[in-house]
């Protein structure tokens, strides 16, 4: 099975070993990341998934009296909505940034000091 002659990477076991680690890293980072979305989706309703001020999945399926099948569209629109609000507020950020970095190369050191300082006093109010 293991041939002497052969150089160790290519040994069939150290590519099963390879795969494997892989494999394992992969469900791993995929198991990680729909935690952290699923968290992030849910964080700002407080596990409620909303579209509005008082208009939360909770509300409107005790309000509205909805069957089953209506409460699982119902969450799967929320969900959708939450994910499609979360990368809007990331555009916006990075929209954000890069008029930033744009202001701060045309301006001085001495400006670009009081422009941060502007920046903060701004973002604490």
Not at 19 to 37: P, T
Not at 54 to 64: F, M, N, Q
Not at 105 to 118: A, D, H, N, V
Request: hydrophobic letters at 35%.
């Amino acid at each position: 099975m293991f041939d002497p002659q052969r150089p160790a990477w290519q040994n069939p076991r150290v590519h099963g070993i390879l795969l494997l680690v892989f494999l394992s890293g992969a469900v791993f980072g995929a198991l990680v990341m729909r935690i952290g979305m699923n968290y992030r989706v849910h964080a700002r309703s407080n596990g409620s998934p909303s579209i509005g001020k008082g208009l939360s999945y909770d509300r409107l399926t005790k309000d509205l009296d909805l069957t089953a099948e209506q409460c699982r569209q119902l969450k799967t629109i929320l969900d959708d909505y939450a994910r499609y609000h979360e990368d809007l507020e990331g555009q916006l950020e990075d929209w954000q940034a890069t008029g930033k970095n744009q202001i701060m190369r045309i301006l001085t050191p001495g400006q670009r000091q009081k422009f941060e300082q502007l920046t903060r006093s701004v973002q604490s109010h």
